[in-house]
């Protein structure tokens, strides 16, 4: 991601409550699809089965409290980021759900108030943590990337991060 | 200033005097764990490029989430990782038939020491803090990234101490104390942070027990946890961020159950009323091991299973199951009606072994009651301790192991 690119904007699709799991974000039953790409099928197939036909690119899941709770499955944050969420906004995020989103190079962001509602246009700055309601016209504050996870954003993930540092290095 | 566990941990491994809360440090990793989903990592590994993994010696792949294979494309799986394993040299795999649930298996080869800093491809990798290591929970990606150069960044997180004074009375256990406290504390009621528990009753507990509540204390969000072990030590001046005592006499006086569908919505067994229950299991890494079968092979002696209940129970390794047949506990349980599946997952991660169907109910000593965990979206799963779910499959409805022991 450039400089520019740190900035996203989109719609969001769905408010979610708080305490959203990794079950509700993708069920366990379909944790043999290595294949990140396919994962998309099934984004929250048991609990919110229509939301992925209303998906558009870029769109914003706006969560609660402690989004991405339970297990470390990858597949979750794959599941958001290839179905082609543009980011994830929630009042705080389970830790190893917020490092598998960087790591898979999804935008993920820690905002204590945001107000908005399904449809509302969304602008977020990742840098200097800042998300406005086009809509509303509204502007809240969000906490700024560390910027390790910037780094990793930027390369697109940790794989292309990893690859182009090794293949430097010769190892 | 005097360190936490945790901080005394990374600051060792990230190779400084001291390190505080919030601090980001790149720390070595000891010991890097993971099951099924190696075959992700190994893709992850694969796409980054390198030959060589950073130490074959220092990783461990257990297969247990779906064993024996259930499916050709889980034993395609399983066949790719077996030829990883074989080409980079990782001596450390159990397979099928070897080994058992990733966690048991990783704590009875003695592959964790105190100290170390361990991380897993699970997130109740917390376990292993029952043991002294700083043990968290990572992505598949995240682990290529192990594989690759042997560490990991991780922000130092800030500790939270727990103190346990008090006595367990009659049918209750490490699962009710921790269970009671992730209904205290909430499902984000330690998100980000060290747990440190300690205090007299749990220095009477066993190593299982203990195991017990670094295993749940995932499911308050904690990144590691540790129960008190010989070899280290917390600073006498550790600053904590919070200390919270309990006293298990008067607060958690009686069995602790975790309705559904979310594991902090406790409440004590006698505000249950009546739960009919259509399954029990009794297994998992939290509560699939000997201590757990031998109160269940109590409570189920001269007992049949409930007609409108199936008890399906999981040894969490071959030598648990091994042991559980030398000393009568899998007669006795067998004797009453239950099904011995395979040491390994089984239905807790809701994939094979034990699904529910549509309006069932079951009683699980697992550690997750989401929404379809265990099977149907419109199934319901209840947490409690091994003890409970004997009874509760014996009385055919969530029980107290007093009303069929007595
Ligand atoms: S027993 Fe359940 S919680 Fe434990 S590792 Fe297996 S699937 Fe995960």
């Not at chain 2, 999981?314 to 648990?320: G, H, L, M, V």
């Amino acid at each position: 991601m450039s400089e520019q690119a740190m900035k996203l904007r989109g719609r969001v699709v769905v408010v979610l409550p708080d305490n959203v799991d990794t079950d509700v974000i993708y069920p366990g039953r379909y944790l043999n699809i290595t294949d990140r790409e396919k994962t998309a099928e099934h984004l929250f197939e048991l609990a919110y089965p229509d939301l992925r036909a209303a998906l558009q690119p870029g769109d914003i899941i706006l969560g609660g409290k402690n989004f991405g709770c339970g297990s470390s499955r990858e597949q979750a944050t794959a599941a958001v980021k290839f179905s082609g969420v543009g980011a994830v906004v929630a009042k705080s995020f389970a830790r190893i759900f917020y490092r598998n989103s960087i790591n898979l190079g999804l935008p993920v962001v820690t905002a204590q108030a945001v107000e908005a509602r399904a449809g509302d246009e969304l602008e977020i700055d990742l840098l200097a943590g800042r998300i406005a309601n086009l809509t509303t016209g509204a502007v809240f504050d969000a906490a700024p990337l560390d910027p390790r996870a910037v780094e990793l954003l930027e390369a697109g993930g940790l794989i292309p991060y990893l690859k182009r540092k090794h293949s430097y290095s010769g190892s | 200033m005097g360190m936490t566990l945790a901080e005394k941990i990374l600051a060792r491994a990230s190779g400084r005097a001291t390190v505080t809360p919030d601090q980001v440090v790149v720390a070595r990793v000891d010991l890097a764990l993971s099951h099924e989903n190696a075959d992700l990592v190994r893709k992850s590994f694969k796409e980054i490029g390198v030959a060589r993994v950073w130490d074959p010696d220092k990783i461990v792949i257990i297969l247990d989430h779906r064993v024996p294979a259930e499916s050709e494309k889980t034993a395609t799986t399983h066949k790719a990782i077996r030829e990883f394993v074989r080409e980079q040299g990782i001596r450390n795999f159990y397979d099928v038939g070897r080994g058992g649930i990733c966690h048991q298996v990783l704590a009875e080869n003695g592959h964790v020491q105190p100290g170390m800093v361990v991380v897993g491809t699970d997130s109740h990798t917390t376990t292993h803090g029952a043991f002294g290591a700083f043990a968290a929970g990572i992505g598949a990606t995240e682990m290529a990234g192990v594989w690759t150069e042997g560490e990991l960044w991780f922000k130092t997180p800030a500790t939270m101490r727990i103190e346990v004074d008090g006595e367990f009375a009659e049918w209750v256990s490490a699962k009710d104390l921790i269970l009671y406290i992730i209904g205290q504390l909430g499902a984000d009621g330690a998100d980000y942070r060290a747990v440190e528990f300690d205090g007299p009753a749990i220095r009477r507990l066993s190593v299982a027990s203990r195991m017990v509540l670094a295993n749940l204390s995932m499911e308050m969000g904690a990144k590691v946890a540790f129960t008190p072990v010989e070899e280290i030590a917390p600073d006498p001046g550790a600053h904590y961020e919070r200390v919270i005592r309990i006293d298990a006499t008067r607060e958690v006086a009686e069995p602790q159950i975790a309705c559904p569908h979310a594991v902090d919505n406790v409440k004590p067994l006698s505000a249950l009323g009546n739960v009919p229950v259509e399954q029990a299991v009794l297994g998992s890494c939290t509560n699939g091991r000997l201590e757990d079968f031998e109160i269940a092979a109590r409570i189920l002696a001269g007992c049949r299973v409930h007609q409108r209940t199936r008890l399906i129970v999981i040894p969490a390794s071959q030598r648990i199951y091994l042991e559980a047949m030398r000393l009568g506990y899998i007669q006795t349980m067998v004797e009453a009606g239950a099904m011995v599946n395979p040491p390994g997952c089984g239905p807790c991660v809701g994939v094979h072994q034990g699904i529910l169907a549509a309006g069932e109910a079951c009683v699980s000593s697992t550690n997750r009651n989401f929404l379809g965990r265990m099977g149907s979206k419109d199934s319901r799963v209840y947490l409690a301790s091994p003890a409970v779910v004997a009874a509760s499959a014996v009385a055919g409805r969530i029980a107290h192991p007093a009303e069929v022991t007595a």
